[in-house]
Structures are given as C-alpha cells and as structure tokens.
C-alpha cells in the first residue's frame, strides 16, 4: 500500500464575497443629498427674505413713531394750535364754519416756554409726499412717504366730530398714511428690482393741549 501526505503544502484561502453599492444606489443618494442641500439653500433665502422685509417695517414704523412723538409733546406745551392748510410758503388757517381740517397745524409758545418766542407749522407736501415743519424759515424733513394730503384735524373732546369752529381746546386728530417700497434695503422680483413691492400702513394720534390759549 502506498502512502502519501500533504506535510509542507499550505492550504489555499477561501475568497470571500465583499458588499458594495451599485450605480443605480449611488445615484439615489447623491440625489437625496442634493435634495437636502437644496432646503436648506432654500430655507436660508426664506430666512433672510424675512429678515428683511421685518426690519424695514420695523424701521419704518420707528420713524412714523418718532414723528408722532415730536408732534405729540409739542401740540401738548403749545399755547395755540390751529389746522390750516400751507401753500407756497404760507399757512391758512380754516375759516370759521368749514371743517377744521387740512394739511397744516400751527403751534405756537410764548417766551417763556422751552421752545422760546417759537412758531412751528407741520405740513405735507403732496408734490415730494413729505412731511415738513418750518421754523424761523428753515424747512426739515420729519417724514417720509406720507400720502393722505389731510394730515390734520380738530375735533371735540369724543375724538370723532369734526369741528367747524375753533374751540378753546380741541382735540388734534393726526393721521399719518404711509406708502412705502416693501424692501428699501434688498432686492426682489428679479429684473424689475420690486417695484411692485409695496407696503400700505398708517399710524393715528389723538393729542389735547395741556396750556390754555394766550388771549
């Protein structure tokens, strides 16, 4: 009988089988990825789209205020206030009978209040669609974009009647109507630059003096 043996012979390895991913795999994942990117691209401009249209009304409206705010503190120390209305350098006053309403107020203070032997006519312009105060002949800017050309009114101790005749204190009803470009800061709609983009608000005051009139 013959023997034979396998002293010194190694034994060959077993290949083994490896897992991967195949083409069509690949490209659904790039896919879903490009897809994730894409939100979070687009979330992003949302974002910043917000942003932006909420600090122009926010500055917007702090200007609006601030005007009001001014009118308010110097209609409630004023010795006389009266509606008119303020063309080519020159204030009306309403007649008596006629709707004490228009596009001017006067106010005036004696010489010893904090504004001096002042004189201050707030009035808006319908051709630049501001509104001005004049002082010692100096004309200043204190809002922008106003569109309602009556501004101002005198009306009763209610609020809501307007007066036909000045009263010793009436109630100054200022209305400010703003029309302004939505996005002052940024750009939108493309080509057009959002021309289109605008935005309507208007802020309301009712103001009674605190002083009785001179004479």
Known sequence: MKLETNIGLKARPKL????????????????????????????????????????????ATQGGRETLNLIRDQVRSSQQVYVGIYTNSTFAQIAAGSPQQGNALQLTWSTNSSYGNANVVYYQDPATTNLWSVSNNVSTVVANYVTNYICFQA??????????????????????????????????????????SYDYYYLRARIARRVKDLN
Do not use: C, H
């Open 155 to 196: 009306v009763d101790y209610t609020g809501t009647n307007v007066l036909t005749n000045y009263q010793n204190n009436p109630v100054i009803f200022v209305t400010l109507q703003f029309s302004q470009w939505e996005y002052p800061i940024g750009y939108v709609g493309g080509s057009t630059n959002g021309v289109d």
């Open 16 to 59: 083994m089988a490896t897992a991967g991913f195949t083409l069509g795999e690949m490209l659904i994942a790039v896919a879903i990825f490009s897809l994730v990117i894409a939100a979070m691209v687009a979330v992003q401009i949302f974002g910043l789209r917000v942003y932006t249209l909420a600090a122009t009304k926010l500055t």
